[in-house]
T-cell receptor
Framework: AQSVTQLGSHVSVSEGALVLLRCNYSSSVPPYLFWYVQYPNQGLQLLLKYTTGATLVKGINGFEAEFKKSETSFHLTKPSAHMSDAAEYFC???????????????FGSGTRLQVQP | DTGVSQDPRHKITKRGQNVTFRCDPI?????LYWYRQTLGQGPEFLTYFQNEAQLEKSRLLSDRFSAERPKGSFSTLEIQRTEQGDSAMYLC????????????FGSGTRLTVV
């Protein structure tokens, strides 16, 4: 079984400040990890993903995340927040199974990011 | 390719009515997933297809729900005898079998049962 915990349902930062959104996962096998962003009444857009290899992954819009196996974490960061970053962010996990595996994503409950001018 | 398309974007229905949603995945993707998202929550897995075969259904998918993917292309999700608790955003996603490449989501269908 796998699960995702996102610490903090709401995070508020000032424009230009560091963004840190926390995600911890639980998985009995090596995970694939994702961050998605969702704007109101929209679907989910992939920000970045970790599968194998480099543990620091860079995504779109200046976001990056670091996979830390020892801490079972995959926190999302951005050095300088922009007003357009205000949205809901979801961390998700799936597992590295063979081609017959389900590979459906298990999502956290989300973190709403507010950016203050 | 224009990505994953879902139709309709919004649906308001009276309790007890049947509704059907459609999802057109990215044409090269052989896997198709349905998720449900309620207000303030992350998406929850409902079911998935590999080509035309429905390989798994979540316990969230009651007998009133049925999904099909004829010919391994588009998919439909039908809810019979809708209840107010069915009000949610229904999201469709598609991917290759090797899911590490990521999942592309549609914009969703928001269902409101009144």
């Amino acid at each position: 079984a796998q699960s995702v915990t996102q610490l903090g349902s709401h995070v508020s930062v000032s424009e230009g400040a560091l963004v840190l959104l926390r995600c911890n996962y639980s998985s009995s096998v090596p995970p694939y990890l994702f961050w998605y962003v969702q704007y109101p009444n929209q679907g989910l857009q992939l920000l970045l993903k970790y599968t194998t290899g480099a543990t620091l992954v860079k995504g779109i819009n200046g976001f990056e995340a670091e996979f830390k196996k020892s801490e079972t974490s995959f926190h999302l960061t951005k050095p300088s927040a922009h007003m357009s970053d205000a949205a809901e962010y979801f961390c998700a996990v799936t597992t590295q199974k063979g081609d017959t595996g389900r590979r459906a994503l298990t999502f956290g409950s989300g973190t709403r990011l507010q950016v203050q001018p | 390719d224009t990505g994953v398309s879902q139709d309709p974007r919004h649906k308001i229905t009276k309790r007890g009515q049947n509704v059907t949603f459609r999802c057109d995945p990215i044409s090269e993707h052989n896997r198709l997933y349905w998720y449900r998202q309620t207000l303030g929550q992350g998406p929850e897995f409902l079911t998935y297809f590999q080509n035309e075969a429905q390989l798994e259904k979540s316990r969230l998918l009651s007998d009133r729900f049925s999904a099909e993917r004829p010919k391994g292309s588009f998919s439909t999700l039908e809810i019979q005898r809708t209840e107010q608790g069915d009000s949610a955003m229904y999201l469709c996603a598609s991917s290759f079998s090797r899911g590490g490449n990521g999942y592309t989501f549609g914009s969703g269908t928001r269902l409101t049962v009144v």
